[in-house]
């Protein structure tokens, strides 16, 4: 098993930039890839970044804003957000997944973004 905890949301203006923390426990050297989702009500869970064995990938509305890492003690993952938009309000889930033996995916409780304009 995983723990995922998220903190850093928070209320800011549109231009500013906030860092988002998950603190990670448990087995977490089974995890392959670490990755930062959202959702907003009404919608589906989507992709923000994610981090594998050094490196990451981002979805299109992230790229050149947003940027994944891990501590060098491999047990947080942050997403620092700059340039934050109104369209990026929504809760950003912390997400761990292990693809062997089974795949089995980890998540936070989440923690809210609001971007005012």
């Known amino acids: 098993q995983v723990q995922l905890v998220e903190s850093g949301g928070g209320l800011v203006q549109a231009g500013g930039s906030l860092r988002l923390t998950c603190v990670t426990s448990?087995?977490?050297?089974?995890?392959?890839?670490w990755g930062w989702y959202r959702q907003v009500p009404g919608k589906g869970r989507e992709m923000v970044a994610q981090?594998?064995?050094?490196?990451?990938n981002y979805a299109d509305s992230a790229k050149g804003r947003f940027t994944i890492s891990r501590d060098t003690a491999e047990t947080t993952i942050y997403l620092q957000m700059n340039n934050l938009k109104p369209e990026d309000t929504a809760d950003y889930f912390c997400?761990?997944?292990?693809?062997?033996?089974?795949?089995?995916?980890?998540w936070g409780r989440g923690t809210q973004v609001t971007v005012s304009s």
């Open positions: 997400n761990g997944k292990q693809t062997y033996p089974t795949v089995q995916n980890y």
């Open positions: 981090l594998s064995r050094g490196r990451t």
């Open positions: 448990g087995n977490i050297y089974a995890v392959d890839v």
